[in-house]
């Protein structure tokens, strides 16, 4: 007795508990969902979860935040509180909105999507090439061609091709070396703030380049005069003995303040007569190119064309770097007859479901 039930106990320990039925796995194994970011083309740097977007090289950035906080530091510690003290406090307050405000601008323009254009896919690259070919009457493979024409407000633009977005470029844009992407509305790369600057992120640039300015003067401006003050009381030289720091900021603000006065008054005028520093370099709407090439985007007058640049609805990203990439439907797995072939290919399987006769009615 004790003999058979050791023997059944054995039969059911080299039963398979495993299912060979077809139904075991109708579904491929789902792969994780990624987001676009992670699959993005260009040269770009992502943190937060694609939250923040920046060029690959950062490097001058971080030298740009750390010189602005260094300087603007050593003003509210060792010039701030005598200046407050000897003329009024609200220099320190003044000081303060304008600091925010610089910080803020440079921190919306490099982390923010300059106006990137997506790439075309296969297909609509495919798509594209074809209806080149019939507009050229040709059957064959053809390169497209590397520009096209329209017009804008009476004057002639052309497009051209990106061969490597596979896209016709609207008007305005241009494909940036460094970051690998065509940008809407492309002013120029900016080592300084870490980024592209093109049609979403321009007014923030001119913002901070403009605020910059007025911060750069202002603690320029009362440096010296704490330092006169100092001065009165005790001697210039103690007085430099006393405050090296402000000695320090002097002479930052003095060699950076020639560089960023005159690059807002160059962008001042760009703004107003709504150029970008890629058509003005190339000299696009330049009267040299002929009588009657103009600027097409131009509305007629600096304070019309001040308005659209800075107070314009800002247009929506376009690559929708935080959504999902779209991974193809699941197929269904070949059934193998109540067969489950472990370690075999998809192609074996498919191999012995197509050669395996179906048992006959």
Known sequence: MHLGESMRECEYSQISTRSSTPMETPYKKRTPKR????????RNKFY?????????????FYLTLVLILVTCGLFFVFDCPFLALQLTPIIPVVGGALFLFV????????????????????????????????????????????TKEVVINGQTVKLKYCFTCKIFRPPRASHCSLCDNCVERFDHHCPWVG?????????????????????????????????????HQSGFLNALKYSPAS??????????????????????????SNQTTNEDIKGSWSSKRGK???N?????????????????????????????????APQLAQPTNGMTMYGATQSQQSHMAATTPLPSS
């Not at 937060?48 to 977007?53: A, K, L, T, V, Y």
């Not at 007629?300 to 800002?314: D, S, V, W």
Request: some cysteine; aromatic content about 14%.
């Open 35 to 42: 987001r676009k970011w992670e699959a993005f083309p260009g």
């Open 48 to 60: 937060c979860d694609g939250r923040i977007m920046m060029a690959k090289q950062t490097g001058v």
């Open 103 to 146: 910080l803020g601008t440079l921190l919306r323009t490099s982390f923010s999507d300059p106006g990137v254009l997506p790439r075309a896919t296969p297909d609509e690259a495919a798509d594209l090439e074809r209806q080149i070919d019939v507009a050229n009457g040709s059957t064959g493979y053809r390169p497209p061609p590397r």
């Open 195 to 231: 980024n592209c600057v093109g049609r979403r992120n321009y007014r923030f640039f001119y913002m901070f380049i403009l605020s910059l300015s007025f911060l750069t003067i202002f603690i320029f401006a009362f440096v010296i005069t704490h330092i006169i003050l100092l001065s």
């Open 247 to 272: 000695v320090l900021e002097v002479v930052v603000c003095f060699f950076s303040v020639w560089s960023i006065v005159g690059l807002s008054g160059f962008h001042t005028y760009l703004i107003g």
């Open 292 to 294: 009657d090439n103009y």
């Open 296 to 328: 097409p985007y131009s509305y007629g007058n600096m304070f019309t064309n001040c308005c659209a640049a800075l107070c314009g609805p800002l247009p929506p990203s376009l690559i929708d770097r935080r959504g999902f990439v779209e991974s193809d």
